[in-house]
Protein backbone atom coordinates (compact mmCIF):
# COMPACT_ATOMS: atom_id res chain seq x y z
CA UNK A 1 0.00 0.00 0.00
CA UNK A 2 1.19 3.45 -0.95
CA UNK A 3 1.88 6.23 1.73
CA UNK A 4 -0.41 9.21 -0.25
CA UNK A 5 1.69 12.64 -0.26
CA UNK A 6 0.06 15.22 1.06
CA UNK A 7 2.52 18.42 1.09
CA UNK A 8 5.05 19.06 -1.93
CA UNK A 9 7.39 20.70 0.48
CA UNK A 10 9.32 22.10 -2.41
CA UNK A 11 6.38 23.64 -3.36
CA UNK A 12 5.24 25.48 -0.15
CA UNK A 13 8.32 26.62 0.53
CA UNK A 14 8.85 28.49 -3.17
CA UNK A 15 5.85 30.16 -3.10
CA UNK A 16 6.40 34.27 -3.86
CA UNK A 17 5.59 37.05 -1.36
CA UNK A 18 4.35 40.63 -2.05
CA UNK A 19 5.83 43.38 0.05
CA UNK A 20 5.15 47.21 -0.63
CA UNK A 21 7.56 49.38 -0.95
CA UNK A 22 7.11 53.02 1.00
CA UNK A 23 9.05 56.11 -0.44
CA UNK A 24 8.50 59.49 1.90
CA UNK A 25 8.67 62.77 0.56
CA UNK A 26 10.70 64.42 3.26
CA UNK A 27 12.87 62.66 5.79
CA UNK A 28 11.27 62.52 9.36
CA UNK A 29 11.92 60.54 12.87
CA UNK A 30 9.88 57.30 12.67
CA UNK A 31 7.72 58.38 15.53
CA UNK A 32 6.75 61.57 14.05
CA UNK A 33 5.62 59.17 10.64
CA UNK A 34 3.40 56.71 12.68
CA UNK A 35 1.74 59.28 15.01
CA UNK A 36 0.64 60.47 11.49
CA UNK A 37 -0.49 57.40 10.30
CA UNK A 38 -2.35 55.99 13.86
CA UNK A 39 -4.34 59.66 13.50
CA UNK A 40 -5.30 58.82 10.02
CA UNK A 41 -5.80 55.37 10.16
CA UNK A 42 -8.08 52.90 12.14
CA UNK A 43 -5.16 50.76 12.46
CA UNK A 44 -2.79 51.63 15.67
CA UNK A 45 0.65 51.12 14.99
CA UNK A 46 3.31 49.97 17.48
CA UNK A 47 6.49 49.37 17.46
CA UNK A 48 7.96 45.67 18.21
CA UNK A 49 11.34 44.33 18.79
CA UNK A 50 13.76 45.58 16.15
CA UNK A 51 14.97 42.72 13.47
CA UNK A 52 18.39 42.05 13.81
CA UNK A 53 20.49 40.48 11.17
CA UNK A 54 23.33 39.10 11.83
CA UNK A 55 27.02 40.12 9.24
CA UNK A 56 30.48 39.23 9.97
CA UNK A 57 31.71 42.20 11.28
CA UNK A 58 28.59 43.94 12.56
CA UNK A 59 25.03 43.43 13.69
CA UNK A 60 22.48 45.73 12.35
CA UNK A 61 19.21 46.39 13.92
CA UNK A 62 16.00 47.57 11.67
CA UNK A 63 12.65 48.83 13.78
CA UNK A 64 10.08 47.30 13.02
CA UNK A 65 6.06 48.61 13.68
CA UNK A 66 3.07 46.22 13.68
CA UNK A 67 -0.49 46.73 13.77
CA UNK A 68 -3.76 44.16 13.61
CA UNK A 69 -6.93 44.88 11.43
CA UNK A 70 -9.72 44.16 13.17
CA UNK A 71 -11.90 42.78 10.86
CA UNK A 72 -9.84 40.83 8.58
CA UNK A 73 -6.98 39.63 11.22
CA UNK A 74 -4.47 40.83 9.37
CA UNK A 75 -1.13 42.06 10.70
CA UNK A 76 0.63 44.77 8.67
CA UNK A 77 4.50 45.05 9.80
CA UNK A 78 6.36 47.69 8.93
CA UNK A 79 10.69 47.88 8.59
CA UNK A 80 12.84 49.71 7.84
CA UNK A 81 15.03 49.60 5.31
CA UNK A 82 18.29 51.57 6.58
CA UNK A 83 19.37 49.92 9.83
CA UNK A 84 19.17 52.41 13.35
CA UNK A 85 22.63 51.02 14.82
CA UNK A 86 25.21 48.89 14.12
CA UNK A 87 27.08 47.02 16.35
CA UNK A 88 30.59 46.11 15.79
CA UNK A 89 31.60 42.25 17.11
CA UNK A 90 35.01 42.61 15.05
CA UNK A 91 37.25 45.28 13.31
CA UNK A 92 37.89 45.14 10.08
CA UNK A 93 41.27 43.84 8.79
CA UNK A 94 40.18 43.54 4.77
CA UNK A 95 41.10 46.67 2.93
CA UNK A 96 37.89 46.34 0.30
CA UNK A 97 35.44 44.76 3.23
CA UNK A 98 32.05 44.96 1.56
CA UNK A 99 30.48 45.42 5.22
CA UNK A 100 30.14 48.68 6.03
CA UNK A 101 28.23 49.87 9.70
CA UNK A 102 25.18 51.02 7.71
CA UNK A 103 23.12 48.52 6.01
CA UNK A 104 20.05 48.52 3.58
CA UNK A 105 17.52 45.43 3.46
CA UNK A 106 17.22 46.05 0.11
CA UNK A 107 20.60 47.24 -1.39
CA UNK A 108 19.42 47.90 -4.81
CA UNK A 109 16.89 50.21 -3.12
CA UNK A 110 18.57 52.96 -0.74
CA UNK A 111 15.69 55.50 -1.39
CA UNK A 112 12.92 53.32 -0.09
CA UNK A 113 12.53 54.30 3.79
CA UNK A 114 9.45 51.46 4.69
CA UNK A 115 9.31 47.74 3.85
CA UNK A 116 5.59 47.02 4.27
CA UNK A 117 4.77 43.07 4.77
CA UNK A 118 1.42 41.96 5.75
CA UNK A 119 0.46 38.33 7.02
CA UNK A 120 -1.88 37.11 3.99
CA UNK A 121 -0.67 35.46 1.15
CA UNK A 122 -2.14 37.74 -1.22
CA UNK A 123 -1.48 41.69 0.48
CA UNK A 124 -3.73 44.70 0.20
CA UNK A 125 -1.73 47.66 1.31
CA UNK A 126 -5.00 49.69 0.50
CA UNK A 127 -6.35 49.75 4.03
CA UNK A 128 -3.55 51.35 5.51
CA UNK A 129 -4.43 54.65 5.05
CA UNK A 130 -1.35 56.96 4.45
CA UNK A 131 -0.75 60.43 4.51
CA UNK A 132 -0.60 61.44 0.37
CA UNK A 133 1.52 64.42 1.31
CA UNK A 134 3.89 62.47 3.59
CA UNK A 135 4.35 59.22 1.19
CA UNK A 136 4.74 58.14 -2.43
CA UNK A 137 2.26 55.15 -3.79
CA UNK A 138 3.11 52.05 -1.87
CA UNK A 139 5.09 50.53 -5.08
CA UNK A 140 4.58 46.21 -4.97
CA UNK A 141 7.70 44.11 -5.03
CA UNK A 142 8.29 40.48 -5.37
CA UNK A 143 10.31 38.18 -2.84
CA UNK A 144 11.54 35.34 -4.20
CA UNK A 145 12.09 32.52 -1.81
CA UNK A 146 15.67 32.65 -3.11
CA UNK A 147 16.06 35.99 -1.53
CA UNK A 148 17.92 36.91 1.91
CA UNK A 149 14.95 39.41 2.75
CA UNK A 150 12.35 36.17 1.89
CA UNK A 151 13.98 34.03 4.45
CA UNK A 152 14.06 37.05 7.24
CA UNK A 153 10.85 37.96 6.84
CA UNK A 154 10.03 34.31 6.74
CA UNK A 155 12.36 33.84 10.25
CA UNK A 156 10.37 36.95 12.07
CA UNK A 157 7.03 36.34 11.06
Given at each position: ?E??????????E????????????????????????N???H??????????????Y?DYC????????KF??T??????????????????T???AE??????LL???P??E??????????????????????????????????E?????????
Amino acid sequence: MEVQKLYDFDEIESEDITIGLVRLVKSMHDHEFFFKINRNSHLSFSRIKDLVFHGSYYDYCFPRFEAYHKFTKTCYTFISNRSSESRQKKIQTELFAEEDNIKFLLNNQPDVEYILHSSEQYADFSVILLPENLVFPIQDYILSSEEELYQIIQYYE
